[in-house]
């Protein structure tokens, strides 16, 4: 059975400064990697997809890295700003193409 | 394009009552899925349908969760009767196919209080 862990539960930066998520993952036989912002009473919003083949994506301030062979992800987040503060879920696609989603890291930026 | 709809967005029930969740996918989308995301939990797939077939109901409590997608379009999950431990917010989520390729776009979610 497929477990995703993401470390730390809770994070608290001031702003400008960058952030680090970390997302792993126990069985590497994946078909790809998505990582979801959720903000309080609201759904998920996806922020970045990597497939099995890729390395990294990256989009704006946002970039995914993706090591298959180690079962980790890890999203940084570049020049923090109070508006990205929220909870961030990975969540990997299985051989049944079922999502399975870590517990999130719920991220707060300082002003 | 419009998101993925659900209604109502908060229901407060007590224990042993029955409940309904209300989801319209996004126009054309074939797959539709409901998760249940515990607080303090990632959510967690409860159906898969195709279409208006069942793909997956593995992790759905049959003897008292149901869920239906009539025509294909809108689908409807129900609670009979709920306990406590169905608090608890329903994700309802659609993707173009249910491909390992496709991406799912998730509605804003249904927040479950069960007293």
């Known amino acids: 059975k497929q477990e995703v862990t993401q470390i730390p539960a809770a994070l608290s930066v001031p702003e400008g400064e960058n952030l680090v998520l970390n997302c792993s993952f126990t069985?590497?036989?994946?078909?790809?990697l998505q990582w979801f912002r959720q903000d309080p009473g609201k759904g998920l919003t996806s922020l970045l997809l990597?497939?099995?083949?890729?390395r990294e994506q990256t989009s704006g301030r946002l970039n995914a890295s993706l090591d298959k062979s180690s079962g980790r992800s890890t999203l940084y987040i570049a020049a923090s700003q109070p508006g990205d503060s929220a909870t961030y879920l990975c969540a990997v696609r299985l051989g049944d193409y079922k999502l399975s989603f870590g517990a999130g890291t719920t991220v707060t930026v300082r002003a | 394009e419009a998101g993925v709809a659900q209604s109502p967005r908060y229901k407060i029930i007590e224990k042993r009552q029955s409940v309904a969740f209300w989801c319209n996918p996004i126009?054309?989308?074939?797959?539709l899925y409901w998760y249940q995301q515990i607080l303090g939990q990632g959510p967690k797939l409860l159906i898969q349908?195709?279409?208006?077939?069942?793909?997956?109901d593995s992790q759905l409590p049959k003897d008292r969760f149901s869920a239906e997608r009539l025509k294909g379009v809108d689908s409807t999950l129900k609670i009979q009767p709920a306990k406590l431990e169905d608090s608890a917010v329903y994700l309802c989520?659609?993707?173009?196919?249910?491909?390992?390729?496709?991406?799912?776009?998730f509605g804003p979610g249904t927040r479950l209080t069960v007293l």
């Open positions: 126009s054309g989308h074939a797959t």
């Open positions: 989520a659609s993707s173009s196919t249910g491909g390992k390729w496709n991406e799912q776009f």
């Open positions: 069985d590497s036989a994946i078909y790809n």
């Open positions: 349908f195709q279409n208006n077939g069942v793909v997956d």
């Open positions: 990597i497939q099995s083949s890729q």
